[in-house]
T-cell receptor
Framework: DAKTTQPTSMDCAEGRAANLPCNHSTISGNEYVYWYRQIHSQGPQYIIHGLKNNETNEMASLIITEDRKSSTLILPHATLRDTAVYYCIVRGNSGGSNYKLTFGKGTLLTVNP | GAGVSQSPSNKVTEKGKDVELRCDPISGHTALYWYRQSLGQGLEFLIYFQGNSAPDKSGLPSDRFSAERTGGSVSTLTIQRTQQEDSAVYLC?????????????FGPGTRLTVL
């Protein structure tokens, strides 16, 4: 799987949009971008994933650049409960051994009141 | 719908004892995974079950670790003769492989402490 690079930490004011960047310059054509988050002492929570088109669900939006070398996770109205470590992962689709998820260091997002 | 559930949420045991950790996957999910996460560390893959296929046990750290999945649903991870280095959060995930991607959904984990 391609390697990702994320900032170590970010701060965001409550109610504002949180924009979390991720670089994945070595991504290959069949690899998806996944985002998970992990709130302290809880299991990882799936947020969203995409291949090349922008995606939106009830939790967040995912913006993937045209060259697919980077992406941004957007939490449109951050709340204090969004404080967590956010992981950007690049992995192939089902098949082979792509099921072995590995998380890097991620970005610690702190939402401040 | 109901997510992945794990029990117990916390387990404290003495060195040398055996422990069993349980995972109930999301109903209908054919794939089940076990990971562990040590303090401040990333995910460590342990084992993968997919339907009736032979499990991928390549991540199990020693022969003290074993897992089974009965009836294609509930899974139990067993650690025999626990050691202090086994202390970690043990995470279970499940996925449906009917689509092009197999998004893994995690349970809350079992925090194991070996004294």
């Amino acid at each position: 799987d391609a390697k990702t690079t994320q900032p170590t930490s970010m701060d965001c004011a409550e109610g504002r949009a949180a924009n979390l960047p991720c670089n994945h310059s070595t991504i290959s054509g069949n690899e998806y971008v996944y985002w998970y988050r992990q709130i302290h002492s809880q299991g990882p929570q799936y947020i969203i994933h995409g291949l090349k088109n922008n995606e939106t669900n009830e939790m967040a939006s995912l913006i993937i650049t045209e060259d697919r070398k980077s992406s941004t996770l957007i939490l449109p109205h951050a709340t204090l409960r969004d404080t967590a470590v956010y992981y950007c992962i690049v992995r192939g689709n089902s098949g082979g051994s792509n099921y072995k998820l590995t998380f890097g260091k991620g970005t610690l997002l702190t939402v401040n009141p | 719908g109901a997510g992945v559930s794990q029990s117990p949420s916390n387990k404290v045991t003495e060195k040398g004892k055996d422990v069993e950790l349980r995972c109930d996957p999301i109903s209908g999910h054919t794939a089940l995974y076990w990971y562990r996460q040590s303090l401040g560390q990333g995910l460590e893959f342990l084992i993968y079950f997919q339907g009736n296929s032979a499990p991928d046990k390549s991540g199990l750290p020693s022969d003290r670790f074993s897992a089974e999945r009965t009836g294609g649903s509930v899974s139990t991870l067993t650690i025999q003769r626990t050691q202090q280095e086994d202390s970690a959060v043990y995470l279970c995930a499940s996925s449906s492989t009917s689509g092009r991607t197999d998004t893994q959904y995690f349970g809350p984990g079992t925090r194991l402490t070996v004294l």
